[in-house]
Structures are given as structure tokens and as C-alpha cells.
């Protein structure tokens, strides 16, 4: 879910949604809230490019850059995203997400708004759209999520998901009545925890297998810019249901009205966007808008609510489209044979050197004889540049533990571009690079992000939810220009989200 954010920038406070209160992430290194105790503590990581590579901050030195780079100034403590501009202008409905998940969306010179919108659509004129009832468990957050995916899976991989999955198996470690929130979500399926089959795991029985596979592989997720009601309306056209927060009161479980809330309570709910009228009557909805048009969503309260379990949300809500996230790059669960990742909760914070320009890299050791495909990783901000480089694991950690400069060749690189929006891309490498059974490799990303000092997406250890975050099972490395690198794990006690995705070679 998401929260309100102030006008002229991205931020968000802490709402609730399904019991649980939630942040959104954006310009500076923030910590996610301590959310059952709702509790905000917001820490700020603006590295000092001098003191690369440096001894370990203590507790007090990391409160002190807290307090000189926090003060005063809004911050942003969640996965918050915006929808890339899709460059699958005039694209047909009916064949979207059919290869998706191994490119980088959004890079394309093409000019989204040039897409013809209908003044109405209806993702059920072109595929089923099933409802679910969540019964009397804060999982409304889980279910949207999953409908989103759904609704955008290619109509012959799609199955219905298991929301007792994701709110069973993610890592986050809170129970099925203690709600949720669209980043939990992210990061499960990110990490491919999921999404199953509700069929291997029906909902409602409290329990959860242990070995179950996803049935497919989420490579891309975006969250559309605020209010931004041509955005919305191309992301559910080209690719599916957009998931979005609304203020619904829990009585009106059987309500059989359309909705729309203008107020001042928090967004309480998550439902999915699957469609739009423009000419949709404002004589339809009790609370007099001034102008005709209207979402078509679809609920998780069974069909006793709405029209079926669908209803419509007037364009003048107070929340609807406030946020809306995407899940538009989906691909086989056989794509890629391997995730590499130590970001499991994934994007909680941000870090950087106080300049738009940063480097990340990830070690990791291969398990058998594969070929390194791709790289995923978040833009933290609009119009995030990027390079891609895969580096000898061994001489790379020489170079780090004896604090000597580690010279980047310009040659190595291995894919760039310019992401237009910020989100969580898969990126496939120009050449596969093949790797030997226990070899060690890093994958670094030189990234550049206008307007923001922070733009490297980090896994923290915080309280509340991400208290279970492992910082133990990573390698992770921060640089200000690629030369001296700093390990993160153990100077700043975080993980960097960099993902690498490899195939077995001979299988």
C-alpha cells in the first residue's frame, strides 16, 4: 500500500492498510517503519567518498549522520516506484506479457502518451477475472497483489495464486491477520518466493507447504506515478490489473454501491484496477462528485460485495490511483534456473555519497556450470542511466580487502541504457558470461540518478517486519566511482539489492 504523499514530491508518511502501517522509499538511505508499534525510525546513509573503505561506524557515528543528513527534510522509507513509459506504443491487449522478464522495459525511445487510450475498457471483455473473499484475515494486500499478476500473466501461463502463500511465505515473518503492504508483496515475488497455485495451497487453513515452486517469474515491477490517471489506464491496457489503496469501511462488506470517498481517513484496503469508463454517471455514486467517469476494480470480499465482487470508484475519490503498482514483466518459471540474491525483504532503504552517481556490486559463487544471462536491480528515481559489468570474483575481493583501487574497463560493460522511471528492472547482458562450478563472480552496476544523492536500493535491518531481514547472507559493496569499494554488510549493516539470474549450462 501507500500513503499520501506531499505535493512537488515523492514522499509518503505512515498509513495503515488490512491493521498494518506502511512507508514508501524515495530520495534518501531510509529504514522502514517499525510498523506494529508505528514507530518511525527513518536512518539516512549519505557516505563520505573519503572515508571509502574506512573502518565500521559505530551505533553513534551512524545516529550522527542520521541527524546531519535527516533534519528537517521529508524522507521516504518503502519500495516507492513509477511506472516506466512503456515503449509497446499501439500494443494489442490481447498479446501483452507474452516474453516478458528478461528486458528492460522502458527504455525505448518511444512515446507512451502517443498510445491511443479508449474512453473505456474492461480487462473481463478479453480474459476472466475471478473474485476471492478473504474472509476475516488482513490479507486483502496479498490478494490484490496476486490479482495483479493474474490479470497480467499471459492468459495460457495464467492459473489462480495462493494468497495464503504470500502471506504465509514471504520474510517477513508477520501473521496473516496482521496485514500488509503492496512492498511485501514486491519483494516476495521479486525474490521468487512466488507466486504458487492456489490449488497447491488452497486459502484459509492457516498452513502452508514448504516446497512449493512458483508458477511463473516476476522480472518487473512498477508503481505508477501519483494520481496520474493516463498511467494507470495504460499500465491495466498493456499489461493488466493495477493494484491501488482505497478508504473503504469495513461494514459495507456487503455493500452493493459504488464508491466514492471523499475525506480525510486513511487508505484502510487494496483492491485491483482492471478497468475505466470515462462516461461512467456521477449520479451512480452517493457522495455527489462533480463529473462523470470512473475505475472498475475488483474486490476480495466475495461476490456479496458490489456488482459480483466488481464495483466502480469514482475518478474523484479520495484515493483511488493515488498509488497503483504494476506487474508488468512477467516471464516462465523456467526463464532463468537461478536467482541469485541476498535482498529477500528487498528494497527498504537507499544509500549513496551525497551525488546522484553510485556503484553497487554483489558477490555471489556459482553452484554448478551455468551462464550468467541477466542482472536485476531497482532505479530508485526517474531517468536512471546504468552500466552492467561482471567482474573475476577473486581479484575483485583482493583488490577490496587490501583497500587497493579497483580499475573498472570500460569494455567490460555488459549493458546500459537509460530507465525512465523508477522501479525494479531485469536487465539481459549484451554476451552471456560463463562460469565454473564454485566460481566466484560480481556483478557491480555503475548507476546515475538525477534529483537524488541516494540511488542505490539497499535491504535494512530495521525493526517491526524487517527485524528478520538476514544481513548475514550477503556480499555486498558500495563505491563512489568504482575504484575503492566499501563492503556493506559489515560498515553499514545492510544489503544491496542486486539480483543476478543464470541458466545451467548442458541442461
Known amino acids: 500500500m501507500r500513503s499520501r504523499r506531499r505535493k512537488g514530491r515523492r514522499n509518503r508518511d505512515g498509513l495503515w492498510i488490512c491493521g498494518i502501517a506502511v512507508l514508501a522509499a524515495g530520495a534518501v538511505f531510509t529504514a522502514r517503519t517499525e510498523i506494529l508499534d508505528l514507530v518511525t525510525t527513518e536512518i539516512a546513509f549519505v557516505l563520505d567518498p573519503k572515508q571509502e573503505g574506512g573502518e565500521k561506524e559505530s551505533d553513534q557515528d551512524i545516529a550522527e549522520r542520521v541527524e546531519s543528513t535527516d533534519g528537517g527534510k521529508e524522507t521516504l522509507t518503502d519500495g516507492g516506484v513509477d511506472l516506466a513509459e512503456t515503449d509497446e506504443a499501439g500494443a494489442d491487449p490481447d498479446q501483452k506479457n507474452t516474453d516478458a522478464g528478461t528486458e528492460a522495459s522502458g527504455s525505448g525511445n518511444s512515446d507512451p502518451e502517443a498510445i491511443e487510450l479508449p474512453s473505456s475498457y474492461d480487462i473481463?471483455?478479453?480474459?476472466?477475472?475471478?473474485?476471492?473473499?478473504?474472509?476475516?484475515?488482513?490479507?486483502?494486500?496479498?490478494?490484490?497483489?496476486?490479482?495483479a499478476v493474474e490479470t497480467s500473466m499471459p492468459e495460457s501461463m495464467a492459473v489462480p495464486l495462493s494468497a495464503d502463500h504470500m502471506s504465509i511465505?514471504?520474510?517477513?515473518?508477520?501473521?496473516?491477520?496482521?496485514?500488509?503492504?503492496?512492498?511485501?508483496?514486491?519483494?516476495y515475488l521479486l525474490a521468487w518466493q512466488g507466486p504458487v497455485s492456489e490449488e497447491d495451497d488452497p486459502y484459509g487453513d492457516s498452513t502452508s507447504p514448504d516446497d512449493l515452486a512458483p508458477v511463473?517469474?516476476?522480472?518487473?515491477?512498477?508503481?505508477?506515478?501519483?494520481?496520474?490517471?493516463?498511467?494507470?489506464?495504460?499500465?491495466?491496457?498493456?499489461?493488466?490489473?493495477?493494484q491501488t489503496s482505497l478508504y473503504l469501511p469495513s461494514e459495507n462488506r456487503v455493500s452493493d454501491e459504488d464508491v466514492c470517498y471523499k475525506g480525510s481517513e486513511e487508505p484502510n484496503h487494496d483492491a485491483v484496477i482492471i478497468g475505466w469508463d470515462d462516461n461512467y454517471p456521477k449520479e451512480k455514486f452517493a457522495s455527489n462528485p462533480e463529473s462523470d467517469g470512473a475505475f472498475l476494480c475488483v474486490n476480495?470480499?466475495?461476490?456479496?460485495?458490489g456488482d459480483g465482487g466488481f464495483f466502480h470508484v469514482s475518478y474523484e475519490d479520495s484515493w483511488i490511483a493515488e498509488s497503483g503498482i504494476s506487474s508488468c514483466g512477467i516471464g516462465p518459471a523456467d526463464?532463468?534456473?537461478?536467482?541469485?540474491?541476498?535482498?529477500?525483504?528487498?528494497?527498504?532503504?537507499?544509500?549513496?555519497?551525497?551525488?546522484?552517481?553510485?556503484?553497487?556490486?554483489?558477490?555471489?559463487?556459482?553452484?554448478?556450470?551455468?551462464?550468467?544471462?541477466?542482472v536485476?536491480?531497482?532505479?530508485?528515481?526517474?531517468?536512471?542511466e546504468y552500466e552492467v559489468y561482471v567482474f573475476d570474483g577473486d581479484s575483485f575481493r583482493e583488490h577490496v580487502e587490501n583497500n587497493v583501487k579497483f580499475q573498472t574497463d570500460s569494455g567490460k560493460v555488459l549493458a546500459s541504457g537509460t530507465l525512465l522511471d523508477t522501479g525494479f528492472y531485469t536487465v539481459n547482458l549484451a554476451k552471456s558470461q560463463e562460469l565454473d562450478a564454485g566460481e566466484m563472480f560480481v556483478v557491480a552496476v555503475r548507476i546515475r540518478t538525477p534529483g537524488t544523492t541516494q540511488p542505490v536500493a539497499v535491504e535494512y535491518a530495521g525493526g517491526g517486519r524487517t527485524g528478520n531481514i538476514d544481513i548475514g547472507d550477503g556480499e555486498g559493496?558500495?563505491?563512489?566511482?568504482?575504484?575503492l569499494w566499501e563492503r556493506t554488510e559489515t560498515s553499514k549493516r545492510c544489503n544491496?539489492?542486486?539480483?543476478?539470474?543464470?541458466?545451467?549450462?548442458?541442461?
Open 496 to 507: 544491496v539489492c542486486l539480483k543476478a539470474y543464470s541458466r545451467k549450462i548442458g541442461k
Open 376 to 384: 536485476g536491480f531497482y532505479a530508485t528515481a526517474p531517468d536512471t
Open 169 to 187: 511465505h514471504n520474510s517477513f515473518g508477520i501473521s496473516q491477520n496482521s496485514g500488509g503492504d503492496y512492498s511485501m508483496a514486491m519483494a
Open 124 to 147: 473481463r471483455e478479453h480474459r476472466t477475472v475471478s473474485v476471492s473473499d478473504q474472509g476475516d484475515l488482513g490479507t486483502c494486500w496479498a490478494f490484490a497483489a496476486l490479482k
Open 216 to 242: 511463473c517469474h516476476v522480472q518487473e515491477i512498477r508503481i505508477l506515478p501519483e494520481r496520474n490517471y493516463d498511467a494507470v489506464k495504460r499500465a491495466v491496457y498493456l499489461y493488466g490489473g493495477v
Open 300 to 305: 476480495s470480499w466475495g461476490e456479496n460485495f
Open 335 to 374: 526463464n532463468f534456473d537461478r536467482n541469485y540474491q541476498s535482498d529477500l525483504c528487498g528494497w527498504t532503504g537507499q544509500m549513496g555519497f551525497g551525488e546522484p552517481e553510485a556503484w553497487m556490486a554483489n558477490a555471489y559463487t556459482a553452484e554448478s556450470d551455468e551462464t550468467l544471462e541477466a
Open 477 to 483: 559493496y558500495i563505491s563512489f566511482d568504482g575504484s
